[in-house]
Nanobody, 132 residues
């Protein structure tokens, strides 16, 4: 059974940091790219990072570039999103999702127009709240 399970969300003050984790199982990681998406209340789902498992290539939109870093731990089948200098506008439910072969859903990626719903495997999300 394929599973993507997010954890690490919570309440943090503006300027603070959080690290989200995505535990993945049930599929061959080398064949996929793992993206992080977020959805704020009343807004569309937004792709905010992607890492291609095979070579570590990453993509970020301008809204988080320089503040968020995605990484993997192949030995644990984990993908992480380190979020620094958080802002109230980062408040959202954060999801991880897997796309086959290459990154998608993030500006600059090979398939930027694909959305969270187009990803092959999707997690259920973790809530991040940033207070001002």
């Amino acid at each position: 059974e394929v599973q993507l399970v997010e954890s690490g969300g919570g309440l943090v003050q503006a300027g603070g940091s959080l690290r989200l984790s995505c535990a993945a199982s049930g599929f061959t990681f080398d064949d996929y790219a793992i993206g992080w998406f977020r959805q704020a209340p009343g807004k569309e789902n937004e792709g905010i990072s992607c890492i291609r498992y095979s070579d570590g290539e990453t993509f970020y939109p301008d809204s988080v570039k320089g503040r968020f870093i995605t990484s993997t731990d192949p030995s644990k089948n984990m993908v992480y999103l380190q979020m620094n200098d958080l802002k109230p506008e980062d408040t959202a439910v954060y999801y991880c999702a897997a796309a086959e072969e290459t990154c998608a859903g993030v500006p600059g990626s090979p398939h930027p127009r694909l959305s969270f719903d187009d990803m092959e495997f999707r997690g259920k999300g973790t809530l991040v709240t940033v207070s001002s």
